[in-house]
């Protein structure tokens, strides 16, 4: 039974938490496939992490934290993984919950959950990557179009996460 707008964990895997986000009205956020939070599961250099994300199958990673206002992807999954400092980010829109994302901690975005950076300590940046299948990838604010929702629905899911190699249909 899914919960919707509560951090939970995923039972069958340590350190993997999981958010369910309802459309607010604003946002569409993605009723089908929950953010996914990583605790602590990276702890190799930055290279070894771009390099990793690459291999498996993302497309090559930029380097920065996440808006400060509260934006979606329509077109894609988003991979951000944290390499330096900590940040307090706000998922599912204005009254979703915050998630710590603290190096070593890697957050899979499905299309259509908002996501705002809320405040960082010791200067927080990420990897920031989406799968290679996914050639254009929008960054929206505000309600979807009808061809944005649709493009949400439809919207390619990756078989696995790149960086602990878990298959993304198993932590729903």
Do not use: M
């Amino acid at each position: 039974r899914r919960q919707w707008g509560v951090v939970e964990k995923v039972e069958s895997h340590e350190n993997v938490f999981r958010l369910f986000a309802k459309d607010d009205g604003t946002f569409p956020n993605n009723e089908q496939h929950p953010l996914l939070h990583y605790k602590d599961c990276f702890h190799d250099s930055q290279e070894e992490a771009e390099r990793t994300i690459v291999a498996g199958g993302w497309t090559r990673p930029w380097v920065w934290g996440i808006f400060d206002f509260h934006h979606y992807h329509s077109t894609a999954w988003e991979l951000l993984l944290c390499v330096r400092g900590s940040a307090n980010i706000q998922v599912g829109g204005e009254t979703g919950p915050t998630v710590l994302i603290e190096k070593g901690d890697l957050l899979l975005v499905p299309p259509g959950v908002a996501h705002k950076q809320l405040s960082e300590i010791g200067g927080f940046a990420l990897l920031g990557a989406y799968p290679q299948q996914d050639v254009h990838v929008d960054t929206l604010r505000g309600a979807p179009t009808n061809v944005q929702r649709a493009n949400i629905e439809k919207c390619y899911v990756p078989e696995a996460d790149p960086i602990v190699g878990h298959r993304i249909s198993s932590l729903y």
